[in-house]
Protein backbone atom coordinates (compact mmCIF):
# COMPACT_ATOMS: atom_id res chain seq x y z
CA UNK A 1 0.00 0.00 0.00
CA UNK A 2 1.17 3.40 -1.16
CA UNK A 3 0.42 6.07 1.96
CA UNK A 4 1.84 9.66 2.21
CA UNK A 5 4.59 10.63 0.04
CA UNK A 6 7.42 11.95 2.48
CA UNK A 7 10.30 13.69 0.84
CA UNK A 8 14.09 13.55 1.96
CA UNK A 9 16.45 16.69 0.96
CA UNK A 10 19.56 14.58 1.36
CA UNK A 11 20.65 11.28 0.86
CA UNK A 12 23.69 11.21 3.02
CA UNK A 13 21.91 11.99 6.42
CA UNK A 14 22.21 9.04 9.07
CA UNK A 15 20.12 6.03 7.88
CA UNK A 16 17.94 6.18 10.88
CA UNK A 17 16.06 8.61 8.79
CA UNK A 18 15.62 6.25 6.34
CA UNK A 19 15.04 2.96 8.14
CA UNK A 20 12.41 4.15 10.39
CA UNK A 21 10.41 6.01 7.72
CA UNK A 22 10.62 2.34 5.70
CA UNK A 23 9.05 0.61 8.33
CA UNK A 24 5.79 2.91 7.75
CA UNK A 25 3.21 2.86 4.92
CA UNK A 26 4.83 5.79 3.32
CA UNK A 27 6.42 6.44 -0.25
CA UNK A 28 9.63 8.08 0.19
CA UNK A 29 11.20 10.13 -2.15
CA UNK A 30 15.04 11.53 -1.85
CA UNK A 31 17.06 13.78 -3.64
CA UNK A 32 19.95 11.93 -4.52
CA UNK A 33 22.62 14.80 -4.02
CA UNK A 34 25.10 14.27 -0.51
CA UNK A 35 26.71 17.88 -0.27
CA UNK A 36 27.11 19.54 3.58
CA UNK A 37 23.85 20.01 5.03
CA UNK A 38 24.40 23.78 5.21
CA UNK A 39 25.01 23.78 1.63
CA UNK A 40 23.01 25.70 -0.93
CA UNK A 41 24.60 24.18 -3.81
CA UNK A 42 23.39 20.51 -2.63
CA UNK A 43 19.49 21.73 -2.21
CA UNK A 44 17.13 20.26 -4.69
CA UNK A 45 16.34 22.96 -7.90
CA UNK A 46 13.51 25.09 -7.13
CA UNK A 47 11.24 22.88 -9.48
CA UNK A 48 11.80 20.28 -7.57
CA UNK A 49 10.88 21.40 -4.28
CA UNK A 50 7.64 23.01 -6.00
CA UNK A 51 6.80 19.27 -7.19
CA UNK A 52 7.60 17.84 -3.74
CA UNK A 53 5.74 20.70 -1.59
CA UNK A 54 2.77 20.24 -3.96
CA UNK A 55 2.89 16.17 -3.72
CA UNK A 56 3.96 15.26 -0.39
CA UNK A 57 2.64 15.40 3.25
CA UNK A 58 5.78 15.51 5.09
CA UNK A 59 9.64 16.76 4.23
CA UNK A 60 12.86 16.56 5.98
CA UNK A 61 14.79 19.36 5.30
CA UNK A 62 18.28 20.59 5.83
CA UNK A 63 19.90 24.50 6.78
CA UNK A 64 21.26 24.74 3.22
CA UNK A 65 17.37 24.37 1.67
CA UNK A 66 15.72 28.02 1.92
CA UNK A 67 12.00 27.38 2.29
CA UNK A 68 10.30 30.50 1.78
CA UNK A 69 6.66 32.09 1.58
CA UNK A 70 6.44 31.76 -2.15
CA UNK A 71 7.44 27.74 -1.67
CA UNK A 72 4.98 27.13 0.98
CA UNK A 73 2.78 29.00 -1.02
CA UNK A 74 2.77 26.08 -3.37
CA UNK A 75 2.30 23.58 -0.89
CA UNK A 76 -1.38 21.51 -0.93
CA UNK A 77 -1.02 18.23 0.70
CA UNK A 78 1.78 19.49 2.93
CA UNK A 79 1.49 19.26 6.60
CA UNK A 80 5.18 18.76 8.21
CA UNK A 81 8.71 20.11 7.61
CA UNK A 82 11.58 18.48 9.79
CA UNK A 83 14.45 19.91 9.65
CA UNK A 84 17.59 18.77 10.35
CA UNK A 85 18.95 21.42 12.53
CA UNK A 86 18.09 23.24 15.56
CA UNK A 87 17.46 26.62 13.14
CA UNK A 88 14.93 27.48 11.19
CA UNK A 89 16.19 30.65 10.09
CA UNK A 90 16.31 28.66 6.66
CA UNK A 91 12.37 28.30 7.01
CA UNK A 92 9.50 31.11 6.54
CA UNK A 93 7.89 29.69 9.85
CA UNK A 94 4.93 32.49 10.17
CA UNK A 95 4.05 31.70 6.93
CA UNK A 96 4.21 27.62 7.54
CA UNK A 97 2.13 28.24 10.26
CA UNK A 98 -0.59 30.61 8.25
CA UNK A 99 -0.67 27.41 6.09
CA UNK A 100 -1.15 25.01 9.61
CA UNK A 101 2.38 23.36 8.56
CA UNK A 102 4.06 22.16 11.32
CA UNK A 103 7.50 23.14 11.46
CA UNK A 104 9.91 20.63 13.63
CA UNK A 105 13.11 20.78 14.69
CA UNK A 106 16.14 19.57 16.82
CA UNK A 107 17.12 21.41 19.42
CA UNK A 108 18.58 20.31 23.07
CA UNK A 109 20.56 16.96 21.53
CA UNK A 110 23.39 19.40 19.81
CA UNK A 111 23.32 21.78 22.79
CA UNK A 112 26.81 20.48 24.22
CA UNK A 113 28.62 19.53 20.90
CA UNK A 114 27.79 23.31 19.70
CA UNK A 115 29.90 24.22 23.34
CA UNK A 116 32.45 22.35 23.09
CA UNK A 117 33.78 23.45 19.78
CA UNK A 118 32.84 27.24 20.70
CA UNK A 119 35.46 26.34 23.38
CA UNK A 120 37.78 24.68 21.31
CA UNK A 121 38.17 27.75 19.07
CA UNK A 122 38.24 30.06 22.33
CA UNK A 123 41.28 27.89 23.17
CA UNK A 124 42.86 27.87 19.67
CA UNK A 125 42.52 31.76 19.33
CA UNK A 126 43.62 32.00 22.57
CA UNK A 127 46.74 29.91 22.60
CA UNK A 128 47.38 29.83 18.76
CA UNK A 129 46.82 26.27 18.05
CA UNK A 130 46.15 26.66 14.76
CA UNK A 131 49.34 29.09 13.89
CA UNK A 132 51.31 27.31 15.88
CA UNK A 133 50.18 23.84 13.87
CA UNK A 134 51.43 25.37 10.64
CA UNK A 135 54.58 26.74 11.36
CA UNK A 136 55.65 23.15 12.70
CA UNK A 137 55.06 21.93 9.29
CA UNK A 138 56.67 24.30 7.79
CA UNK A 139 59.38 23.30 9.55
CA UNK A 140 59.39 26.71 11.05
CA UNK A 141 62.79 27.65 13.88
CA UNK A 142 61.28 29.22 17.35
CA UNK A 143 64.30 31.77 17.91
CA UNK A 144 62.31 34.80 18.44
CA UNK A 145 61.20 35.51 22.07
CA UNK A 146 57.56 36.59 21.78
CA UNK A 147 56.72 33.45 18.98
CA UNK A 148 53.40 32.55 19.50
CA UNK A 149 53.00 34.23 22.93
CA UNK A 150 48.97 34.32 23.50
CA UNK A 151 46.66 35.42 25.60
CA UNK A 152 45.33 33.78 29.45
CA UNK A 153 42.10 32.31 29.57
CA UNK A 154 42.43 31.44 33.49
CA UNK A 155 40.87 34.66 34.62
CA UNK A 156 39.58 36.22 31.74
CA UNK A 157 36.18 37.51 30.99
CA UNK A 158 34.09 35.81 28.27
CA UNK A 159 30.92 37.67 27.31
CA UNK A 160 28.64 35.06 25.93
CA UNK A 161 25.98 36.92 23.77
CA UNK A 162 22.39 34.87 23.91
CA UNK A 163 21.79 33.03 26.92
CA UNK A 164 19.95 29.82 25.74
CA UNK A 165 20.93 26.41 26.19
CA UNK A 166 24.06 26.60 23.74
CA UNK A 167 25.27 29.79 25.50
CA UNK A 168 24.44 28.25 29.58
CA UNK A 169 26.63 25.35 28.37
CA UNK A 170 29.59 27.50 27.24
CA UNK A 171 29.03 29.41 30.50
CA UNK A 172 29.18 26.24 32.58
CA UNK A 173 32.71 24.80 30.72
CA UNK A 174 34.13 28.96 31.12
CA UNK A 175 33.16 28.84 34.97
CA UNK A 176 35.33 25.26 35.06
CA UNK A 177 38.09 27.03 33.02
CA UNK A 178 37.71 29.85 36.36
CA UNK A 179 36.98 32.49 33.49
CA UNK A 180 34.25 35.53 34.67
CA UNK A 181 31.43 34.89 32.79
CA UNK A 182 29.06 38.14 31.58
CA UNK A 183 26.09 37.53 29.26
CA UNK A 184 23.72 39.69 27.38
CA UNK A 185 20.42 38.10 26.40
CA UNK A 186 16.79 40.03 25.45
CA UNK A 187 15.73 38.30 28.43
CA UNK A 188 17.62 38.35 31.91
CA UNK A 189 18.22 34.59 33.61
CA UNK A 190 18.17 35.27 37.27
CA UNK A 191 18.39 31.79 37.84
CA UNK A 192 20.82 30.59 35.45
CA UNK A 193 22.86 33.50 36.63
CA UNK A 194 22.50 32.45 40.28
CA UNK A 195 23.26 28.75 39.42
CA UNK A 196 26.35 29.68 37.91
CA UNK A 197 27.75 32.68 39.27
CA UNK A 198 27.65 34.24 36.30
CA UNK A 199 26.55 38.41 35.64
CA UNK A 200 24.16 40.27 33.11
CA UNK A 201 25.43 43.25 31.15
CA UNK A 202 23.97 45.63 28.68
CA UNK A 203 25.44 44.23 25.13
CA UNK A 204 27.67 47.17 24.62
CA UNK A 205 29.18 46.70 28.64
CA UNK A 206 29.56 43.03 27.57
CA UNK A 207 31.33 44.14 24.30
CA UNK A 208 34.10 46.98 26.21
CA UNK A 209 34.21 45.03 29.21
CA UNK A 210 34.96 41.04 27.32
CA UNK A 211 38.68 39.31 26.80
CA UNK A 212 36.56 36.92 24.35
CA UNK A 213 32.94 37.14 23.54
CA UNK A 214 30.92 34.05 22.05
CA UNK A 215 27.86 34.63 19.97
CA UNK A 216 25.30 31.68 20.38
CA UNK A 217 22.09 34.10 20.31
CA UNK A 218 19.56 32.59 17.22
CA UNK A 219 19.18 33.87 14.16
CA UNK A 220 16.09 36.40 13.65
CA UNK A 221 15.44 39.59 11.82
CA UNK A 222 16.41 41.20 14.98
CA UNK A 223 19.84 39.88 15.13
CA UNK A 224 20.91 40.09 11.62
CA UNK A 225 23.92 42.49 11.57
CA UNK A 226 23.70 42.86 16.08
CA UNK A 227 27.60 42.81 15.90
CA UNK A 228 28.51 45.41 13.37
CA UNK A 229 30.93 48.09 13.14
CA UNK A 230 30.11 50.45 15.79
CA UNK A 231 29.42 47.76 18.20
CA UNK A 232 33.21 45.95 17.20
CA UNK A 233 34.72 49.03 18.26
CA UNK A 234 33.30 49.17 21.65
CA UNK A 235 35.74 45.35 21.64
CA UNK A 236 39.06 45.98 23.63
CA UNK A 237 42.15 45.44 21.12
CA UNK A 238 43.62 42.27 22.27
CA UNK A 239 39.57 40.68 22.78
CA UNK A 240 38.54 38.00 20.47
CA UNK A 241 35.43 37.41 19.03
CA UNK A 242 33.43 33.89 17.98
CA UNK A 243 30.60 33.01 16.26
CA UNK A 244 29.16 29.66 16.40
CA UNK A 245 25.88 30.83 15.86
CA UNK A 246 24.58 32.02 12.29
CA UNK A 247 26.96 33.99 9.80
CA UNK A 248 24.40 37.27 9.66
CA UNK A 249 24.90 37.67 12.71
CA UNK A 250 28.25 39.77 12.64
CA UNK A 251 28.36 41.92 9.46
CA UNK A 252 31.77 40.42 7.95
CA UNK A 253 32.58 43.62 6.14
CA UNK A 254 32.70 45.74 9.15
CA UNK A 255 34.91 42.74 11.16
CA UNK A 256 37.31 42.22 7.90
CA UNK A 257 37.85 46.08 8.84
CA UNK A 258 38.05 45.83 12.04
CA UNK A 259 41.03 43.10 12.07
CA UNK A 260 42.95 45.07 9.45
CA UNK A 261 43.02 48.00 12.15
CA UNK A 262 43.58 46.32 14.84
CA UNK A 263 40.23 47.11 16.59
CA UNK A 264 40.02 42.99 18.23
CA UNK A 265 43.19 40.72 18.32
CA UNK A 266 41.74 38.09 16.03
CA UNK A 267 38.04 35.71 15.33
CA UNK A 268 36.96 32.68 15.08
CA UNK A 269 34.22 31.69 13.03
CA UNK A 270 32.50 28.36 12.47
CA UNK A 271 29.73 30.21 10.44
CA UNK A 272 29.53 32.70 8.02
CA UNK A 273 27.37 35.01 6.00
CA UNK A 274 28.43 33.20 2.90
CA UNK A 275 28.44 29.27 2.63
CA UNK A 276 31.07 28.04 1.96
CA UNK A 277 33.00 30.97 2.62
CA UNK A 278 35.14 31.31 -0.98
CA UNK A 279 38.72 30.28 -0.05
CA UNK A 280 39.97 33.75 -1.27
CA UNK A 281 37.55 35.50 0.74
CA UNK A 282 39.82 38.41 2.66
CA UNK A 283 39.05 36.53 6.15
CA UNK A 284 40.99 33.46 5.05
CA UNK A 285 43.86 35.59 4.88
CA UNK A 286 44.35 36.99 8.56
CA UNK A 287 46.88 34.75 10.52
CA UNK A 288 44.45 36.02 13.45
CA UNK A 289 41.47 33.87 12.25
CA UNK A 290 40.31 30.43 12.39
CA UNK A 291 37.53 29.64 10.54
CA UNK A 292 35.94 25.95 10.82
CA UNK A 293 33.15 25.05 8.37
CA UNK A 294 30.07 25.10 10.28
CA UNK A 295 30.82 21.99 11.89
CA UNK A 296 28.84 22.96 15.57
CA UNK A 297 27.21 19.33 15.70
CA UNK A 298 29.66 17.77 13.59
CA UNK A 299 30.17 14.83 15.88
CA UNK A 300 28.80 11.00 15.15
CA UNK A 301 26.69 11.13 18.11
CA UNK A 302 25.33 14.06 17.91
CA UNK A 303 24.41 13.88 14.22
CA UNK A 304 22.81 10.15 14.83
CA UNK A 305 20.35 11.79 17.50
CA UNK A 306 19.48 14.42 15.63
CA UNK A 307 18.53 12.62 12.92
CA UNK A 308 16.73 10.01 15.45
CA UNK A 309 14.75 13.82 16.75
CA UNK A 310 13.85 14.79 12.95
CA UNK A 311 12.50 11.58 11.91
CA UNK A 312 10.63 10.84 15.22
CA UNK A 313 8.91 14.68 14.85
CA UNK A 314 7.94 13.75 11.28
CA UNK A 315 6.35 10.01 12.57
CA UNK A 316 4.69 11.82 15.43
CA UNK A 317 2.79 14.34 13.52
CA UNK A 318 2.22 11.79 10.59
CA UNK A 319 0.52 9.83 13.38
CA UNK A 320 -1.08 12.61 15.14
CA UNK A 321 0.82 12.85 18.10
CA UNK A 322 2.56 16.00 19.16
CA UNK A 323 6.05 16.19 17.80
CA UNK A 324 9.61 15.96 20.07
CA UNK A 325 9.93 19.80 19.59
CA UNK A 326 7.75 21.84 17.48
CA UNK A 327 9.09 25.63 16.09
CA UNK A 328 5.44 26.90 15.73
CA UNK A 329 3.42 25.73 18.64
CA UNK A 330 0.65 28.12 17.21
CA UNK A 331 0.18 25.49 14.24
CA UNK A 332 -2.14 23.10 16.90
CA UNK A 333 -4.60 25.47 16.69
CA UNK A 334 -4.84 26.20 13.39
CA UNK A 335 -4.24 22.38 11.99
CA UNK A 336 -5.07 20.35 15.06
CA UNK A 337 -3.26 17.05 14.79
CA UNK A 338 -4.98 13.80 13.57
CA UNK A 339 -3.75 10.44 12.12
CA UNK A 340 -2.72 9.75 9.16
CA UNK A 341 -1.15 6.78 8.65
C1 LIG B 1 23.24 24.19 13.03
O1 LIG B 1 23.71 25.23 12.74
C2 LIG B 1 21.86 23.94 13.30
O2 LIG B 1 21.03 24.86 13.23
O3 LIG B 1 21.53 22.77 13.55
Known amino acids: ?35 PMWSRQASPPREVWVEMFKECTGVVVTLGDVIDRSLINESD ?21 ERGIYVTHTPEVLVEAVADLAMGLLIALARKIVQGDKLVRAGAIFDKWGWLLGSEVHGATLGIIGLGN ?26 IEFALGIEYRPLEALLSESDYVVITVAATPETRHLINEERLKLMKRGAYLINVARGDIVDTNALVKALKEGWIAGAALDVFEEEPLPSTHELAKFDNVVLTPHIGSATSETRERMAEVAVQNLINVLMGKRPLYLANPEVLSIRPLQPLI
Open 166 to 191: IGTAVARRARAFNMKVIYWSRTRKPQ
Open 1 to 35: MVGPCIFISRSNLPSVIYTQLNKLPVEIRMWKETG
Open 77 to 97: KLIVISTYSVGVDHIDVKAAT
